[in-house]
């Protein structure tokens, strides 16, 4: 099984989330706040979509479903992962929730793929950035809309043939 996961507050996780689904062959793609996330103990193929809220927190759904996601076996899972955030507003913590995620499953020895450039983006601290790229794709709705769709498309090429 394949499956995107994600949760959101505004619409603008579930809108790249669907992009994200109309590119990838495959996938399913399930909302958090309904389903929850034991569907990923059946999956060998994971997309996790995050957004970063508060002072740089996960969205409250997956907050809810945190601790669930540490009990998961992602051993021999692939995960790619994405996240949405504001750069001009909060640059001191952008994407922070992607990078929380990543440093969750990174401690899990999860294969994680579908790293993205830092270029043509400006904040000025991020958890998701290690070692000069970002841990997946990144998306600003707010700021940078007009960008999604081409960010959407790169990444799915990148990620299409591995995951």
Request: hydrophobic share 35%; glycine share 8%.
């Amino acid at each position: 099984m394949k499956a995107i996961f994600y949760a959101t507050s505004t619409g603008n996780t579930e809108e790249v989330a669907s992009k994200i689904h109309e590119k990838l062959d495959g996938f399913e793609l399930i909302d958090i706040s309904s389903d929850g996330v034991d569907k990923m103990n059946d999956c060998e193929s994971i997309i996790l979509g995050v957004s970063t809220w508060g002072e740089g927190e996960l969205q409250d759904d997956w907050e809810d479903c945190f601790e669930d996601i540490q009990e998961i076996d992602f051993k021999d899972k692939k995960v790619a992962l994405f996240g949405l955030g504001d750069q001009e507003s909060y640059g001191h913590e952008f994407v922070d929730a992607l990078g929380i995620m990543y440093e969750t499953l990174a401690e899990k020895n999860v294969q994680i793929i579908g790293e993205t450039s830092t270029d043509g983006y400006e904040y000025e601290y991020s958890k998701a950035e290690v070692n000069g790229k970002f841990v997946g794709l990144v998306i600003d709705e707010d700021n940078q809309d007009d960008l999604t769709d081409e960010r959407v498309e790169n990444w799915c090429e990148k990620i299409k043939d591995l995951i």
